[in-house]
Nanobody, 110 residues
């Protein structure tokens, strides 16, 4: 099970940190990702972190978002800085075994 949290309403230029807590999976040997889906658009990959700590990011968030993980807490984070209106979306976490979290809404106002 994956439980995402941390979404909310923030002004453009602000920051939010999303969390995704895992249970029932071997978290330390599982890759984790954040996806997002804006209204009327397809779900897109935002960032991934692999077992060894390697990360990758969508071009649209490089330099602004940082994905990290705490294996002891079985939690993956997405630190989002310099938020833009176009970052408004439902954000989902996903593990490499294919399980999805329930989503947390991020709304960026101008």
């Amino acid at each position: 099970q994956l439980q995402a949290s941390g979404g909310g309403l923030v002004q453009a230029g602000g920051s939010l940190r999303l969390s995704c807590a895992a249970s029932g999976i071997a978290f330390s040997i599982t890759g984790m990702s954040w996806y997002r889906q804006a209204p009327g658009k397809q779900r897109e990959l935002v960032a991934s972190i692999f077992v060894g700590g390697r990360t990758n990011y969508a071009d649209s968030v490089k330099g602004r978002f940082t994905i990290s993980r705490d294996n002891a807490k079985k939690t993956v984070y997405l630190q989002m800085n310099s938020l833009k209106r176009e970052d408004t979306a439902m954000y989902y976490c996903k593990c490499s075994m294919g399980y999805w979290g329930q989503g947390t809404l991020v709304t960026v106002s101008s």
